[in-house]
Structure formats: C-alpha cells, structure tokens
C-alpha cells in the first residue's frame, strides 16, 4: 500500500510537470513570431522590409539601374493561380514604380490569404521601401474570382552600389480557416471581388 502511493504522487507530479511543459512550449511558439519580427527588423534578415512608409526622395539617381525581379509562389497545395504581371522590371534608385500581382481562386469555396514577403539579398531589404502593398492586408476572394493585387514602391538612392539586383518574393498562404466566421463575413461584404 505504502508502495502505491509513493507510486501514485510520483505518477502526479510526472503528470503537473508534463502539464507545465506542455503550456511553456505553448507559450513559446507564440511568443516566436513577435520575436522573429523584432530580431528582423534588427538585423534585416530574411529579408522583411519596415512597414513603415518613407516618403520617397525627390532625386532620382538615374546614373544607375537595378533589376528587380519578381517570384510569386503558393503555400503548399493552395489551389490559386498567383503571379506577377511582370517578372523583371529595370529601375532606377528613387524613382517609385506601380505594378500588380494577378490572383485567382481556382477553389470550390471562397478564402482569405495572406501574402509574406521576403527581399534577397536580404540586407537589400532595407533599401526596398514599399509605399503600398497588398501584402499589408488579407486578401478575400470569392471562389473563381480574379482580383489585381497592386504593390507600389521604390528602392532607396543609398543602396550599396553592389547591389544590381535584387528579388521580392511573395508567398500566398491561405488563412481562411484562423479568421472567426464573422469577420470572414465581414471580409466578403467589404470586398465586391
């Protein structure tokens, strides 16, 4: 008897602890993304450019050119047609450009995505300022719905002269499922696509 009960308070706290881990590893994957984020922005890793708009320069450097080329992917089997309406665009530092991202949800139900974006090389990513993006938002479309996407921006005259091309990269990931229904209702109300 005197056996069984040691045996059980040991199985109780084998199981308070598994608990606490379970809730700390938890907790953890959470805190992750915030930290991710500030650990970005800090070293200008992966490529994350600041969210803050910055009022483009009223000089143009046109003594040179920079290739900035344009990579538009899906997240795993997500059945959208996702792509740029250019794939290379010749720029000079300073000067804003406009261009849209064609989608389409080739799905049977209606989603919401989210566009990651990613500059490479990723210390680029500092110079690359994005005015406008669709990446800031969730993107609803009703299913078979086509829709533009439209990013506006510049990179900075101050990029390092070594720097003659550079990659923005976007990755759709579907997010439909982590949006509460009403304001999935919401989404779809306030856009006519």
């Given amino acids: 008897m005197k056996d069984e009960l040691k045996t059980q308070q040991a199985t109780n706290k084998l199981v308070k602890k598994l608990v606490v881990t379970v809730f700390l590893m938890f907790g953890f994957g959470f805190?992750?993304?915030?930290?991710?984020?500030?650990?970005?922005?800090?070293?200008?890793?992966?490529?994350?450019?600041?969210?803050?708009a910055a009022v483009q320069s009223s000089s143009i450097d046109k003594s040179r050119i920079i290739s900035v080329e344009f990579i538009a992917r899906t997240q795993g089997n997500l059945p959208w047609i996702f792509k740029p309406e250019v794939k290379k665009m010749n720029?000079?530092?300073?000067?804003?450009?406009?261009?849209?991202?064609?989608?389409?949800?080739?799905?049977?139900?209606?989603?919401?995505?989210q566009a990651v974006p990613s500059v490479s090389p990723g210390i680029a990513a500092a110079y690359f300022n994005k005015i406008e993006c669709f990446c800031f938002n969730q993107?609803?479309?009703k299913h078979g719905m086509t829709a533009d996407l439209g990013l506006q921006f510049y990179i900075d005259k101050d990029i390092p002269a070594e720097y003659s091309t550079v990659t923005l990269a976007y990755t759709l990931f579907d997010i439909s499922e982590n949006i509460e229904q009403d304001e999935f209702m919401k989404l779809f109300a306030a856009n006519k696509n």
Avoid: R, W
């Fill in 91 to 113: 720029v000079h530092p300073g000067e804003m450009h406009q261009l849209n991202f064609i989608v389409k949800n080739n799905s049977v139900s209606n989603m919401v995505v």
């Fill in 139 to 141: 993107q609803p479309l």
């Fill in 31 to 52: 805190a992750l993304i915030p930290l991710y984020d500030v650990f970005c922005d800090i070293t200008g890793l992966n490529g994350k450019t600041s969210e803050v």
